[in-house]
């Protein structure tokens, strides 16, 4: 373990490798679904192909990252950080009632090792779409491909530990955490006899308050942390003043280095607080939704990749994003137009929050 110098930390929201990214890749499970109205996983695989082109499958395991691997193997980050949004298993069963059930091959594993992948994010609302035997395969799976896991575990106790990864610029500890907002139904929430995700009662200071001291009673003099939250719903720039309260009484309590929300499909807008960033909706960085119509005004098309360094004191030095598109199931750099239309839609939301964002390089730039 290194000295605690200035940390870059690669962040991400939601990555999704179900349905069409699953049966574009080189393994794959059975392809029926659940869904109301599409049984098929390769129908979201052929959409794809009609908006887009042909999507050349099966892919390699690096393909889905696409121009972004590049981007990752100059800004070196010490600590790659995604929510995973997809259960890695094979069981055949799905949640009863859920509706939409996102699993890929436990293969597919080897998407997140080709990124380097440190941590992924478990507490969120489709890790346990094909029940409790999928999510104990998804953590077999994780754990025995290297990859940390984070919000999500055999017990509650399991699911409220940290990740912990040792860089060269010191420990990193990854604290995961999820709402009923956000789709998670109550049954999901671990207990001391249950497996599942770290879900909390609800939007409150007294929670705040005790995700804070948990976070305390874990963190020790040096480390930087990353609180994750998956909070809200899919669409809408707005940041609730609950989120708000709730980021900067973490950040205020010395618990958050940086709060990595999401849910979102889209990017929100960011605040520093205290000298400590919060992204209220990350967006989603990977997924199969290409062709699907609705919300075309939020640009579903479009991601962010941030990268964040952080001081050896834990507050913000710079962030900055890579605008990116997805096509044909892979990432790619966005248009000038597209960059254009990020810049000012992520200054109109962040305005409120004391921040903006200015094109430079090949990205974007977080002034605050």
Known sequence: MGDAGPMRLFLAGDVMLGRGVDQALCHSVEPGLFEPYVRDARDYLGLAERVNGPVGAP???EAPWGALLEALARWAPHARVVNLETALTTHPDPWPGKGIHYRAHPGNVEVLTRAAVDVAV???NHVLDWGRPGLGETLATLRAAGVA???AGRDDREAAAPAVVD????RLLVLAACFGDAGVPEAWGATATRSGVWRLGGPSLAGADALAAHVLAHRRTGDRVVVSLHWGPNWGYEAPAWQRTFARRLVAAGAADLVHGHSSHHPKGLEVHEGHAILYGAGDLLNDYEGIEG????????????????????????LRMLPLRRRRLRLEPASAEAVRWLTATLSRAGAGLGTRVEARGDGLALHW
């Open 167 to 170: 860089t060269a610029a010191g």
């Open 122 to 124: 478990l507490a969120n």
């Open 149 to 151: 896991v984070a919000g």
């Open 295 to 318: 919300h075309e005004r939020y640009r579903p098309d479009l991601a962010l990749a941030y990268l964040v360094t952080m001081g050896g004191d834990g507050r913000l030095a710079s």
């Open 59 to 61: 892919l390699a395991p």
